[in-house]
Nanobody
């Protein structure tokens, strides 16, 4: 059974950094594309970043390009989202997901709040 657990969220000030983690079980993160999405209050869930399987590359939403970095630790079976230069508009619940054997699997999310 695939399980994804996000962690690392919190309350930070504009300009600060946070690193989110997505710990996987039941699947090897190196074998699938792993995505980060976010959902702000009153808004639809939106794509943030993706890391492709097998080291094939990364992809980012324009709104986070140059500030966020997605990476993967094979030994820990975990995908990270390093978030730098945070802005108030980055406030949201952040989710990771994978598509595996015909199903999309989501974690429960971690809250990120950016406020002065």
């Amino acid at each position: 059974q695939v399980q994804l657990v996000e962690s690392g969220g919190g309350l930070v000030q504009p300009g600060d950094s946070l690193r989110l983690s997505c710990a996987a079980s039941g699947i090897m993160v190196g074998t699938v594309h792993t995505n980060w999405f976010r959902q702000a209050p009153g808004k639809e869930r939106e794509f943030v970043a993706r890391i492709l399987n097998g080291g094939a590359g990364t992809d980012y939403a324009d709104s986070v390009k140059g500030r966020f970095i997605i990476s993967r630790d094979y030994a820990k079976n975990t995908v990270y989202l390093q978030m730098n230069s945070l802005k108030s508009e980055d406030t949201a619940i952040y989710y990771c997901n994978v598509f595996f054997r015909g199903h999309t699997h989501w974690g429960r999310g971690t809250q990120v709040t950016v406020a002065s």
